[in-house]
């Protein structure tokens, strides 16, 4: 929702400038990192409102990076991978910075790879939703030169838990014996439209308005609430695999795919 209201729009506007220069999209993506970086660097310095500014920004590139290359008819393995993984490092970065400025080291790790499962959930729900639906797009597909080597990361760092989710769904509606129509149920719209509202706009915007009323520690707590909140989303996938729950219908509504 909000990456749909606000993000989305002021991307775009980069978009229109950056375009008729033929700014490459992973060039928009190298700058969008490098921005969540300083931040994470500000935040650690104890400039908690710079930070949080710097947070936004470079929500606001790593929309526009997708968004170029859709425009530019430039999307590539390459932007895929670069994306994915640059995230990875600034929110490294970012929960470092936090276990720095709030002492809490160890729960800033636990909550670093908390979020990092969340990211994972949010792709991997939408990813499962789709392919239910006919859609065969690969999560890892394959790649030549610099790009080769970001698959290798990414498959040693994302592809696990890729794997691991799948296999866990195709297990439990195995196990149910589900049908067709019930595994379109269980894949439903609903639940890729929430989760979507924890993908990585969302987050630094939540993480952003800590920082801005001068309370990182409340980023622990967003997390644990991000977790708590998947589980409850499980517990009404089982519901409406069991045709306890009503199924809401139309599409979802997701943050754009990485370029």
Same mark, same amino acid.
């Given at each position: 929702?909000? +990456?749909?209201?606000?993000? /989305?729009?002021?991307?775009?506007?980069?978009?229109?400038?950056?375009?008729?220069? @033929?700014?490459?999209?992973?060039?928009?993506?190298?700058?969008?990192?490098?921005?969540?970086?300083?931040?994470?660097?500000? #935040?650690?310095?104890?400039?908690?409102?710079?930070?949080?500014?710097?947070?936004?920004?470079?929500?606001?590139?790593? %929309?526009?990076?997708?968004?170029?290359?859709?425009?530019? *008819?430039?999307?590539?393995?390459?932007? @895929?991978?670069?994306?994915?993984?640059?995230?990875?490092?600034?929110?490294?970065?970012?929960?470092?910075?936090? *276990?720095?400025?709030?002492?809490?080291?160890?729960?800033?790790? #636990?909550?670093?790879? #908390?979020?990092?499962?969340?990211?994972?959930? %949010?792709? %991997?729900?939408?990813?499962?939703?789709? @392919?239910?639906?006919?859609?065969?797009?690969?999560?890892?597909?394959?790649?030549?030169? =610099?790009? /080769?080597?970001?698959?290798?990361?990414?498959?040693?760092?994302?592809?696990?838990?890729?794997? #691991?989710?799948?296999?866990?769904?195709?297990?439990?509606?195995? @196990?149910?014996?589900?049908?067709?129509?019930?595994?379109?149920?269980?894949?439903?719209?609903?639940?890729?439209?929430?989760?979507? %509202?924890?993908?990585?706009?969302?987050?630094?915007?939540?993480?952003?308005? +800590?920082?801005?009323?001068?309370?990182?520690?409340?980023? =622990?707590?967003?997390?644990?609430? +991000?977790?708590?909140?998947?589980?409850?989303?499980?517990?009404?996938?089982?519901?409406?695999?069991?045709?306890?729950?009503?199924?809401?219908?139309? /599409?979802? +509504?997701?943050?754009?795919?990485?370029?």
């Amino acid at each position: 929702m909000l +990456c749909e209201l606000a993000f /989305r729009p002021l991307a775009h506007l980069v978009v229109l400038v950056l375009a008729p220069l @033929r700014v490459p999209p992973p060039a928009v993506v190298l700058g969008a990192t490098g921005v969540g970086l300083f931040a994470a660097l500000e #935040l650690a310095r104890g400039q908690l409102l710079l930070a949080a500014l710097l947070l936004q920004a470079k929500t606001v590139l790593d %929309n526009a990076d997708g968004q170029l290359a859709r425009l530019t *008819g430039r999307v590539s393995v390459l932007g @895929r991978y670069l994306d994915a993984e640059s995230d990875l490092l600034v929110n490294a970065a970012l929960f470092a910075a936090l *276990g720095s400025v709030t002492g809490r080291w160890v729960i800033a790790a #636990l909550a670093f790879v #908390l979020v990092t499962l969340v990211l994972g959930v %949010n792709f %991997n729900v939408e990813r499962l939703y789709r @392919r239910e639906r006919g859609d065969a797009t690969d999560p890892m597909p394959p790649a030549r030169g =610099f790009a /080769r080597i970001l698959e290798r990361v990414y498959g040693v760092v994302y592809a696990p838990q890729d794997r #691991l989710l799948e296999r866990f769904v195709e297990w439990r509606l195995g @196990r149910a014996g589900a049908d067709p129509a019930r595994r379109l149920a269980y894949h439903d719209a609903w639940t890729v439209g929430v989760v979507a %509202n924890f993908g990585l706009s969302s987050q630094l915007a939540a993480i952003g308005l +800590c920082l801005a009323v001068g309370s990182p520690a409340a980023t =622990f707590w967003l997390a644990a609430g +991000c977790g708590v909140a998947l589980v409850a989303l499980a517990g009404r996938r089982e519901l409406l695999l069991r045709g306890v729950a009503p199924a809401a219908e139309g /599409r979802p +509504c997701t943050e754009p795919a990485a370029s």
